[in-house]
């Protein structure tokens, strides 16, 4: 490959010896497949970097030195994402564990993608590191292979529905407008005329019109099939805890299944990036988590279903039977339930689009830290969001909550009104709701709209987060397993009131940590009353519901496991 086609790996540090010390070490290892620049100044960088721009040249990775006298790493990194947007963002840090490391507030804001920490250890601490980072800009950029390229319309809601599929499957595609001259041209090489769109087309030539999400799922390899065998154990949810659930079962030799109405990764599997999960330093995209547990399963022998929905569930004898949209039942000795919950999104698609970058969905207790000397708005008006607010206004300089209706009164609670009022850098606004958003790169402002005047106003910010509830989707469930108001499941103590074993429980024992009010079913994961909504607890959840449920099919029939 000629050098100028290289990837580039961009260096800027003040201090020359560090500066030569982090190209040596670099150009020992990569120096053969990418291309090293090094400025030491912030000013010379941002002027090689513009005339690399000019030139496209593939910048790869920018990797600058927090401490420079001009201007600080995350500084120079947010001007350069200006000139070079795909280029993937570290910042070189001194470790020091008595000091507040810059890279977390900037990686929440969006500033960063990535930190580096000096001195280092090149085989240990930077090169696998560097490998990663590459790997990931690599995985962002337009891919040369298409394993299915769709003919469809733009407006085509079908056609945004399989386009959403692949990129949850991690598929690489291609989208053509019928009407475009390589869109006329797939068709007519498909043999289709374009009456019946989208037509989708395999990398082997394979045809597929109309297709429904089964079809496309079946067409890259993935499972639809039910199995007609009694399971011991039936998992309806590939989100982390079903999937977890799922790798500790079928290892331990349990026969399983695992039924999902999508594809995988639940509402962790739409997340760009994970921070806070362990073992993963710089996070961890949803959907490569669930990739993982995804193949960590079917190593292990579980069956993963996807493309079914359940619709009902039943109890016949010893067995527990799931019905799916299509009429097909597949039965199995013990179940977890692990569908999860979905946030109830704003639906705004600038603002979707920094989810992570500014954009929080119900995370403002672990974000809060780096929201240090920031300008943040909470979209929300119930505790949850009350409670956020008051957290938050420990760090940000300030605090707005934006509330569709009046006051706060309707949805919380007096003594949380009555502490809001109390925090001088809380600011409450009734009345409006967001209408817009932009930022490059990461969330810069968003638009309110007032309700009553119908008269809009930009507001910077610097980071937004949604707390207006989540939804768990278990009507399927009712009659079956109980239930609080908001359809969340309850489990364990949750189900004995005033000393009292749930309605018709027909066991002596009570039921278990995570079991339903239905004995051999649990529950894992956000969708169990009083859960955590974390991916780790949810992992956690996912394993101990198999230890679990182990416990109930050890149990001697007419105990615990009726015949």
Known sequence: MPDMDKPIFFLVAQERSLLD?????????????????????????????KA???????????????????????????????????????????????????????????QIDYHLVKP????????????????????????????????GTSQSARAHQIRDLLARLGMPYGFYDADSET?????????????????????????????????????????????????????????????????????????????????????AGTSSRIRNFPGFTWGIGGHDLAYRACEQAWLFGANLVFAQQATHLRVNGAHHLIRVADGQEVTARAVILATGVSWRRLGIPRLEALIGAGVFYGAAGSEA?????????????????????????KYAESVTMLVRSDSLAPSMSEYLIKELGQI????????????????????????????????????????????????????????????????????????????????????????FHLETSLPGVFTAGDVRYGSVKRVASAVGEGAVAVQLLQRYLAEPAGAGNPE
């Open 183 to 267: 869109g006329r041209q797939l068709l007519g090489e498909a043999g289709q005329d374009g009456g019946r769109l989208p037509v989708v087309v395999r990398h082997d030539g394979r045809i597929l019109v109309e297709p429904s999400d089964a079809e496309v799922i079946e067409a890259f390899g993935g499972g639809t099939k039910l199995g007609t065998e009694v399971y011991d154990l039936a998992i309806i949810g590939a989100g982390p805890a079903g999937l977890t659930a799922a790798v500790y079962a079928a290892s331990e030799g349990l026969s399983t299944v695992v039924l999902e109405k999508n594809v995988s990764g639940g509402q």
């Open 424 to 511: 001088p850098n809380v600011t409450v606004r009734p009345y409006v709701e967001v209408t817009d958003g932009m930022g490059n790169g990461r969330l810069e402002e968003i638009t309110i709209r007032d309700r009553a005047t119908g008269t809009t106003e930009r507001l910077p910010t610097s980071a937004l987060f949604v707390l207006i509830g989540a939804d768990p989707h278990t009507d399927w469930l009712d009659g079956c397993v109980e239930r609080d108001q908001q359809g969340y499941i309850l489990t364990g103590t949750d189900l004995i009131r005033d000393g009292k074993l749930p309605k018709g429980w027909p066991l002596s024992r009570p039921p």
């Open 21 to 49: 010390a982090l190209n040596d070490d670099l150009s020992q290892r990569f120096g053969n497949d990418c291309r090293i620049v090094c400025e030491q100044t912030p000013a010379e960088g941002l002027a090689a970097l």
């Open 369 to 393: 830290q780096a929201m240090q000397g920031q300008h943040v708005c909470i979209v929300g008006a119930g505790n949850s969001a009350g409670q956020a607010a008051t957290h938050l206004a």
């Open 52 to 110: 690399l721009a000019a030139e496209s040249r593939p910048v790869a990775l920018l990797i600058a030195d927090q401490r420079m006298p001009s201007m600080t790493g995350v500084d120079f990194l947010v001007q350069a994402h200006a000139l070079v947007p795909s280029a993937k963002r570290i910042l070189l840090v001194e470790r020091d564990y008595t000091q507040a490391n810059p890279s977390v507030p900037a990686m929440t804001l969006g």
């Open 120 to 151: 280092w250890v090149p085989e240990q601490g930077l090169y696998p590191a560097v490998s990663e980072f590459l790997a990931a800009w690599a995985a962002s950029r337009e891919p040369s292979f298409k394993m299915f390229r769709i003919v």
